[in-house]
Each structure stands twice: as structure tokens, then as C-alpha cells.
């Protein structure tokens, strides 16, 4: 596609309960990053794909969360027994990153805002 | 670890109002050096990088940032700002190899009084 898409924009859940959150690169791109953007806080990284090999997972901040990357392709963040500090805007970003050469700039899509009740 | 400050949340300017926004960062090695802008309701976009070459680095809509080293700084200027600069800037940091993640500012609020 012609940008990084995710979905659902909005997802409001009852505090625990468990959420999948879906994200599409753009097509191509081998690397996926997953953020999350609270209110204040900027942006805090969850998680990192890149090709076949095995997902960064240094910034996931319990292990209620997981991700998983379909095929090189779609990605799924999922938060189990969601609690209201999971409340926040969940980023998606993918890059063309091949291991060589300069650092490739990374897009960014729109986000699904999360509010846990 | 690394980290990225932002020293103002928010910056009210009027138009035509000169403009530098500043960025610190705490790692010591080779990084790569990113500012990302949000528009009100739209995507992070990258405003501008640097990697490597002259610290002195043009992006889109006449903003350009100076990274000083010896100051691990890399604030963001532009001579004359416009109403549509209204937006969210955050700074970013990855080390200076080719993959991983970006780590943030807390981003600092820019509006511009017509």
C-alpha cells in the first residue's frame, strides 16, 4: 500500500480484557517497529522486526505483551489483561532496513488509540 | 541507556517569530539523529536526519538542525515560522550502526499565533 496502515484507529476495553492490535507495512519494507506514545511520555519502543530474524523485544514493558509478525509481513501486538496504564497511542513504523548501508528513515502509521476503562 | 531531552514542552510564537527548539541526547558513541514532526491530526513525518558529513542538515519546509557534538546537541531552528509550523516536534536518537530502534524526546509543542 501506499503508507503504513493499522487498525482498529480506536479500541476502547473494559480493564482486563485481552486486545490485538494490527499493523500493515508498506510493502517491501522488512523492518516493523512498534511505539507507544502516552500522553507526555513521547514515544517509548516496544518491539522490533527485521527480516527472519528473531524480534528486539528489549522494550516491552511486561510480559502481558507480545508480538508476532506474520510472514514477514502483517504484525499484531497483543495485550493481554489490559490494565488502565496501557491506556496510550500504539505506533507502527516500517523501514526498508537491509543491515548495510545508512540508516533508512522510518514511516510511521496513525496509530490505534487504546483507552482501557 | 540512552536517552533524548527535549528542554521546552511548549513553545507559543508569533508568525514570522524566529525559532530553535533543543535536543540533547546522553549517548557517547556514533548516532544518527532524526527530528520528527505531528500535525494535528496526521502521521509522525521525518522533518530531517543526520548520519554522517556536514552537521549542518536541511529538511522540508525550511527547517534545518545543527548537531554539535561536543554538546551531544541537535536543536532544531528556522528562521521565520508560518501558522501551518503548528505541531508537535520530537527529536529522535539510534546509535550509529544501520537498524534498530529510535529512542525519543518527549516532544515539545510548538503553536504559532497567527
Known amino acids: 500500500g501506499a503508507g503504513v496502515s493499522q487498525s482498529p484507529s480506536n479500541k476502547v476495553t473494559e480493564k482486563g480484557k485481552d486486545v490485538e492490535l494490527r499493523c500493515d507495512p508498506i510493502s517491501g519494507h522488512t523492518a516493523l517497529y512498534w511505539y507507544r506514545q502516552s500522553l507526555g511520555q513521547g514515544l517509548e519502543f516496544l518491539i522490533y522486526?527485521?527480516?527472519?530474524?528473531?524480534?528486539?523485544k528489549s522494550g516491552l514493558p511486561s510480559d502481558r505483551f507480545s508480538a508476532e509478525r506474520t510472514g514477514g509481513s502483517v504484525s499484531t501486538l497483543t495485550i493481554q489483561r489490559t490494565q488502565q496504564e496501557d491506556s496510550a497511542v500504539y505506533l507502527c513504523?516500517?523501514?526498508?532496513?537491509?543491515?548495510?548501508?545508512?540508516?533508512?528513515?522510518?514511516?510511521f502509521g496513525p496509530g490505534t488509540r487504546l483507552t482501557v476503562l | 541507556a540512552q536517552s533524548v531531552s527535549q528542554h521546552n514542552h511548549h513553545v507559543i510564537l508569533s508568525e514570522a517569530a524566529s525559532l530553535e527548539l533543543g535536543c540533547n541526547y546522553s549517548y557517547g558513541g556514533t548516532v544518527n539523529l532524526f527530528w520528527y514532526v505531528q500535525y494535528p491530526g496526521q502521521h509522525l513525518q521525518l522533518l530531517l536526519k543526520?548520519?554522517?558529513?556536514?552537521?549542518l542538515v536541511k529538511g522540508i519546509k525550511g527547517f534545518e538542525a545543527e548537531f554539535i557534538k561536543s554538546k551531544f546537541s541537535f536543536n532544531l531552528r528556522k528562521p521565520s515560522v508560518q501558522w501551518s509550523d503548528t505541531a508537535e516536534y520530537f527529536c529522535a536518537v539510534n546509535h550509529g550502526g544501520s537498524q534498530g530502534n529510535l529512542i525519543f524526546g518527549k516532544g515539545t509543542k510548538l503553536s504559532v499565533k497567527p
Open positions: 513504523a516500517s523501514s526498508s532496513q537491509t543491515g548495510l548501508g545508512p540508516y533508512n528513515e522510518q514511516f
Open positions: 522486526f527485521q527480516g527472519n530474524s528473531a524480534p528486539d
Open positions: 543526520y548520519f554522517s558529513g556536514d552537521p
